[in-house]
Protein backbone atom coordinates (compact mmCIF):
# COMPACT_ATOMS: atom_id res chain seq x y z
CA UNK A 1 0.00 0.00 0.00
CA UNK A 2 1.16 3.17 -1.08
CA UNK A 3 2.10 5.89 1.33
CA UNK A 4 -0.01 9.37 1.09
CA UNK A 5 3.44 11.05 1.23
CA UNK A 6 6.57 11.24 -0.93
CA UNK A 7 9.23 9.40 0.23
CA UNK A 8 12.31 11.54 1.07
CA UNK A 9 15.89 10.29 0.16
CA UNK A 10 16.51 10.24 3.88
CA UNK A 11 14.49 7.51 5.66
CA UNK A 12 12.84 6.52 1.84
CA UNK A 13 14.24 3.13 1.23
CA UNK A 14 13.14 1.70 4.53
CA UNK A 15 9.90 3.07 3.95
CA UNK A 16 9.91 2.07 0.53
CA UNK A 17 10.73 -1.70 1.91
CA UNK A 18 7.85 -1.48 4.45
CA UNK A 19 5.47 -0.55 1.91
CA UNK A 20 6.61 -3.47 -0.35
CA UNK A 21 6.04 -6.09 2.72
CA UNK A 22 3.10 -4.26 3.24
CA UNK A 23 1.18 -5.24 -0.06
CA UNK A 24 2.84 -8.64 -0.48
CA UNK A 25 1.26 -9.53 3.31
CA UNK A 26 -1.98 -7.93 2.45
CA UNK A 27 -2.33 -10.03 -0.82
CA UNK A 28 -1.21 -12.97 0.48
CA UNK A 29 -3.37 -13.28 3.85
CA UNK A 30 -6.50 -12.18 1.87
CA UNK A 31 -5.72 -15.19 -0.41
CA UNK A 32 -4.86 -17.70 1.87
CA UNK A 33 -5.30 -16.31 5.72
CA UNK A 34 -2.87 -15.29 8.41
CA UNK A 35 -2.50 -18.34 10.19
CA UNK A 36 -1.23 -20.34 6.43
CA UNK A 37 0.97 -17.15 5.29
CA UNK A 38 4.53 -17.57 5.91
CA UNK A 39 7.15 -15.31 6.25
CA UNK A 40 9.31 -16.48 3.74
CA UNK A 41 6.28 -16.28 0.93
CA UNK A 42 5.61 -12.25 2.49
CA UNK A 43 8.99 -11.68 1.57
CA UNK A 44 9.36 -13.71 -2.01
CA UNK A 45 6.39 -11.77 -2.75
CA UNK A 46 7.50 -8.74 -1.61
CA UNK A 47 11.29 -9.65 -3.21
CA UNK A 48 13.54 -9.29 -0.37
CA UNK A 49 15.53 -11.67 1.68
CA UNK A 50 13.52 -13.08 4.79
CA UNK A 51 15.76 -11.26 6.90
CA UNK A 52 14.67 -7.69 5.60
CA UNK A 53 10.92 -8.57 6.94
CA UNK A 54 12.44 -9.53 10.40
CA UNK A 55 14.87 -6.45 10.53
CA UNK A 56 11.63 -4.41 9.96
CA UNK A 57 8.98 -6.21 11.69
CA UNK A 58 9.66 -8.04 15.13
CA UNK A 59 7.24 -11.30 13.84
CA UNK A 60 4.61 -11.78 11.46
CA UNK A 61 2.07 -10.44 14.14
CA UNK A 62 4.19 -7.02 14.41
CA UNK A 63 3.79 -6.80 10.21
CA UNK A 64 0.33 -7.34 10.44
CA UNK A 65 -0.15 -5.44 13.46
CA UNK A 66 1.61 -2.52 11.61
CA UNK A 67 -0.26 -3.20 8.35
CA UNK A 68 -3.75 -2.50 9.78
CA UNK A 69 -2.53 0.51 11.42
CA UNK A 70 -0.88 2.00 8.02
CA UNK A 71 -4.05 1.03 6.52
CA UNK A 72 -6.45 2.65 8.30
CA UNK A 73 -3.69 5.34 8.97
CA UNK A 74 -4.28 6.42 5.25
CA UNK A 75 -8.02 5.73 5.17
CA UNK A 76 -8.06 8.15 8.07
CA UNK A 77 -5.84 10.67 6.34
CA UNK A 78 -8.46 10.50 3.25
CA UNK A 79 -11.77 11.05 5.12
CA UNK A 80 -9.81 14.13 7.03
CA UNK A 81 -8.71 15.96 3.59
CA UNK A 82 -11.90 15.32 2.30
CA UNK A 83 -13.87 16.65 5.09
CA UNK A 84 -10.93 20.24 4.96
CA UNK A 85 -11.57 20.60 1.07
CA UNK A 86 -15.58 20.69 1.91
CA UNK A 87 -14.53 22.84 4.24
CA UNK A 88 -12.13 24.99 2.19
CA UNK A 89 -14.39 25.45 -0.49
CA UNK A 90 -17.32 26.64 1.32
CA UNK A 91 -19.50 23.68 1.75
CA UNK A 92 -22.24 22.40 4.38
CA UNK A 93 -21.21 19.78 6.47
CA UNK A 94 -23.98 16.90 4.81
CA UNK A 95 -21.50 17.71 1.78
CA UNK A 96 -17.73 17.09 4.12
CA UNK A 97 -20.08 13.72 4.85
CA UNK A 98 -20.71 13.04 1.23
CA UNK A 99 -17.49 13.75 -0.01
CA UNK A 100 -16.36 11.31 2.76
CA UNK A 101 -18.19 9.22 1.98
CA UNK A 102 -17.02 9.21 -1.89
CA UNK A 103 -13.15 9.08 -0.23
CA UNK A 104 -14.04 6.41 1.45
CA UNK A 105 -15.21 4.09 -1.69
CA UNK A 106 -12.06 5.93 -3.43
CA UNK A 107 -9.83 4.06 -0.73
CA UNK A 108 -11.89 0.87 -0.78
CA UNK A 109 -11.72 0.85 -4.83
CA UNK A 110 -8.27 1.17 -4.45
CA UNK A 111 -7.37 -1.16 -1.81
CA UNK A 112 -10.20 -3.79 -1.81
CA UNK A 113 -7.89 -6.79 -0.31
CA UNK A 114 -6.73 -3.89 2.55
CA UNK A 115 -10.53 -3.97 3.68
CA UNK A 116 -11.52 -7.30 2.98
CA UNK A 117 -8.83 -8.54 6.30
CA UNK A 118 -9.68 -4.80 8.09
CA UNK A 119 -13.52 -5.91 8.32
CA UNK A 120 -12.92 -9.04 8.84
CA UNK A 121 -10.49 -8.48 11.72
CA UNK A 122 -13.27 -5.97 13.39
CA UNK A 123 -14.79 -9.36 14.19
CA UNK A 124 -12.33 -11.56 15.54
CA UNK A 125 -11.74 -11.14 19.00
CA UNK A 126 -8.82 -13.19 19.75
CA UNK A 127 -5.97 -11.45 17.83
CA UNK A 128 -2.85 -9.85 19.70
CA UNK A 129 -3.28 -6.70 17.77
CA UNK A 130 -6.67 -6.13 18.66
CA UNK A 131 -6.65 -3.25 21.07
CA UNK A 132 -4.44 -1.35 17.75
CA UNK A 133 -7.29 -2.25 15.55
CA UNK A 134 -10.28 -0.42 18.19
CA UNK A 135 -7.71 2.60 18.48
CA UNK A 136 -7.09 3.17 14.82
CA UNK A 137 -11.16 2.31 13.92
CA UNK A 138 -11.79 4.97 16.76
CA UNK A 139 -9.32 7.57 14.42
CA UNK A 140 -11.65 6.93 11.40
CA UNK A 141 -14.93 7.07 12.68
CA UNK A 142 -13.45 10.48 15.18
CA UNK A 143 -13.45 12.21 12.11
CA UNK A 144 -17.12 11.70 11.10
CA UNK A 145 -18.15 12.38 14.43
CA UNK A 146 -16.01 15.48 14.56
CA UNK A 147 -18.06 16.58 11.39
CA UNK A 148 -21.38 15.97 12.69
CA UNK A 149 -20.89 17.67 16.11
CA UNK A 150 -19.77 20.91 13.86
CA UNK A 151 -22.95 20.57 11.79
CA UNK A 152 -24.71 19.96 15.50
CA UNK A 153 -23.54 22.98 16.90
CA UNK A 154 -23.87 25.52 13.59
CA UNK A 155 -27.81 24.40 13.59
CA UNK A 156 -27.10 22.16 10.53
CA UNK A 157 -28.29 19.23 11.87
CA UNK A 158 -30.05 18.11 14.11
CA UNK A 159 -28.94 17.54 18.15
CA UNK A 160 -30.85 14.34 18.38
CA UNK A 161 -28.32 12.67 16.50
CA UNK A 162 -26.67 10.05 18.07
CA UNK A 163 -23.36 11.15 17.25
CA UNK A 164 -20.97 8.17 17.85
CA UNK A 165 -23.66 5.84 16.64
CA UNK A 166 -24.42 7.74 12.96
CA UNK A 167 -20.64 8.16 12.57
CA UNK A 168 -19.92 5.07 12.79
CA UNK A 169 -23.19 3.77 11.10
CA UNK A 170 -21.85 6.11 8.14
CA UNK A 171 -18.21 4.44 8.12
CA UNK A 172 -20.08 0.62 8.26
CA UNK A 173 -22.10 1.37 5.48
CA UNK A 174 -19.20 2.57 2.74
CA UNK A 175 -16.90 -0.08 3.70
CA UNK A 176 -20.58 -2.95 3.47
CA UNK A 177 -21.50 -0.84 0.53
CA UNK A 178 -18.17 -1.39 -1.15
CA UNK A 179 -17.47 -4.98 -0.89
CA UNK A 180 -20.85 -6.24 -2.11
CA UNK A 181 -20.00 -3.72 -5.08
CA UNK A 182 -16.83 -5.62 -5.82
CA UNK A 183 -17.83 -8.77 -4.94
CA UNK A 184 -21.23 -8.44 -6.58
CA UNK A 185 -21.77 -5.73 -8.63
CA UNK A 186 -18.53 -5.24 -10.10
CA UNK A 187 -20.36 -3.74 -13.54
CA UNK A 188 -21.19 -0.68 -11.12
CA UNK A 189 -19.40 1.92 -11.49
CA UNK A 190 -18.08 3.93 -8.22
CA UNK A 191 -19.66 7.08 -9.57
CA UNK A 192 -23.07 4.95 -9.32
CA UNK A 193 -22.54 3.84 -6.16
CA UNK A 194 -20.98 6.95 -4.76
CA UNK A 195 -24.81 8.62 -6.07
CA UNK A 196 -26.75 5.92 -3.81
CA UNK A 197 -25.33 6.12 -1.14
CA UNK A 198 -25.14 9.69 -1.18
CA UNK A 199 -28.99 9.64 -1.59
CA UNK A 200 -29.07 7.73 1.36
CA UNK A 201 -27.19 10.04 3.57
CA UNK A 202 -29.01 12.87 2.00
CA UNK A 203 -31.86 11.20 3.36
CA UNK A 204 -30.98 10.11 6.47
CA UNK A 205 -28.98 12.64 7.74
CA UNK A 206 -29.48 15.85 5.65
CA UNK A 207 -33.58 15.50 4.95
CA UNK A 208 -36.01 15.60 7.34
CA UNK A 209 -35.23 11.85 9.28
CA UNK A 210 -32.12 12.92 11.60
CA UNK A 211 -30.97 16.49 9.68
CA UNK A 212 -32.42 19.46 10.11
CA UNK A 213 -34.93 20.75 13.07
Known amino acids: MESSRTVDSGGGRRQATRQKLYE ?5 IAEQGFSATTVDEIAERAGVAKGTVYYNFASKSVLFEELLRHGVGLLTASLREAAEGTARDGGSK ?9 AGLVFIDRYPAFTQLYV ?3 WRTNRAWQSTLMVVRQEAVAVVENVL ?5 NGELSDEIDTPLTASALVGMVLVAALDWQ ?21 RVGGDGLGHK
Open 24 to 28: AAVTL
Open 94 to 102: VDALDAMIR
Open 120 to 122: AEL
Open 149 to 153: RDGIA
Open 183 to 203: AFQPERSLDDVHSALSRLLQG
